[in-house]
């Protein structure tokens, strides 16, 4: 829940200079506030930049206030969606059968969805990591096309902490994801404390596929650093 839409401007006016160093087959999504989906996707039209946005309900439409429709993302050129984010898990409710909905949904209307799963510090010196992961990949996904879909590992502890999980350990619990996975070609990224003096070394564990980025997707220098990783 960050930038207002002038503030958003801002940023891309900083941050689009950097992608004439960026390969071309290297893929970035911004995924702003609803509120500014709208005046980035006028920024970003015919650039590398894809937009996303941060949940979708799973109905077309109806009385469900605060909640955004696909077909409302689609028309402004959104073609990607984060569902089941850890803070939406723990701040409003989520469970894995309304993250199975909207997931179910988002390819319905042809958006690719970003389905975010991971446990907490709790759960991990629990021991349960493996469990909790398995668990919800196998509730998540029932109906879902896995040749249209990015998993974001996100081990919650290391969101906002600045604690970041070990890189070899992000990499085995992406490779057990991974072998859950009726494809095994899947996008799988990993989500948590990624920075810019970090994501060379993350990109470079052969189970990850790419990065969930947040506070350090704000400012368009440091952005621009992980988005460029050698």
Not at 29 to 55: E, R, W
Not at 118 to 132: C, F, I, S, V, Y
Not at 155 to 172: H, L, Q, S, V, Y
Not at 196 to 214: H, K, R, S, T, Y
């Amino acid at each position: 829940m960050f930038k207002t839409r002038s503030e958003s401007e801002e940023f891309l006016r900083g941050f689009l200079p950097h992608l004439e160093e960026t390969p071309s087959e290297r893929e970035v999504v911004l995924c702003p506030p609803f509120t500014d989906l709208s005046v980035m996707s006028k920024y970003l039209h015919g650039s590398l930049i894809q937009l996303g946005a941060q949940n979708v309900h799973w109905e077309e439409n109806g009385a469900y206030t605060g909640e955004i429709a696909a077909p409302m993302l689609t028309e402004i050129g959104v073609r990607y969606v984060i569902v089941g984010h850890s803070e939406r898990r723990q701040y409003f409710g989520e469970t894995d059968a309304t993250v199975n909905l909207r997931l179910q949904t988002a390819q319905k209307h042809g958006l690719i969805p970003i389905l975010c799963v991971g446990e907490t510090k709790q759960q991990r010196d629990a021991g349960e990591t493996e469990n909790l992961i398995i668990s919800q990949l196998e509730k998540d996904l029932v109906n879902v096309d896995q040749n249209n879909l990015v998993i974001a590992y996100e081990p919650i502890w290391a969101i906002g902490t600045g604690d970041t999980c070990e890189t070899k350990e992000a990499n085995r619990v992406i490779g057990l994801i991974r072998s859950q996975l009726t494809n095994p070609n899947v996008s799988i990224q990993y989500g948590g404390s990624v920075k810019p003096n970090n994501i060379d070394e993350i990109m470079a564990q052969p189970e990850i596929d790419g990065a969930l980025v947040g506070g350090a997707s704000l400012e368009a220098d440091s952005f621009a650093r992980i988005v460029n990783y050698q």
